[in-house]
């Protein structure tokens, strides 16, 4: 029995020799890296918040100052190739585009904020093809203090709306629709 639970042992040993060694070599090519280091305060209820989406918007800075320019994240394989992964725009330390791709090259889909003293109160996401991905916006912005999040397929149909006080509170009704329109299914609130 001894000699058995040895050989399982060096057994199991091997096994996870050879998996970790295959494993290494797959996730350096996944890493990504980027050009500039900034830091943000991920604290406690440093996060912006509108609706259910948090936002880290406010807090990068670089050498203890805010950060006007553009930080690149780029995934980087063994040969030392990099393709852009995250392209980063900021002004005054306020995080105001960021651009994703994918391996190939291809751009996933911008993602533009807009701040009012320094709060973030509208936050709109595309799709590659250029139509909306997704907008929220902050009831400051709204006549009737409530703000509104918005979510489009990707041919431009509305996916679903639904309305947020102060409190973050959903208010009224969703109506969630398909891709050609039809109502999936309702909410209220």
Known sequence: MAKLRGFLFILSFFL????CDSKSSQSREDVVKADI????????????????KS?????????GENYTGEQIFHYQDDSGLKAPYLIRTFEN???IKEAA????????GPTEYEYRDA????????????????EVIHPSLANDNLGIIKEWHENGQLKFQV???????YSGQMTLKDEEGNIVKQAGY
């Open 16 to 19: 996870l020799f050879l998996g």
């Open 37 to 52: 280091k900034l830091t943000t305060d991920r604290t406690l209820g440093s996060a912006q918040k509108i609706g259910w």
């Open 55 to 63: 936002f880290y918007v406010q807090q990068y800075k670089r050498n």
């Open 93 to 95: 330390g306020l995080l």
């Open 101 to 108: 791709f994918r391996k190939n090259g291809k751009e996933i």
């Open 119 to 134: 709060k973030v109160v509208k936050v709109t996401s595309y799709f590659a093809n250029g139509h909306k991905e997704s």
């Open 163 to 169: 309305r947020i006080d102060d409190n973050n509170e």
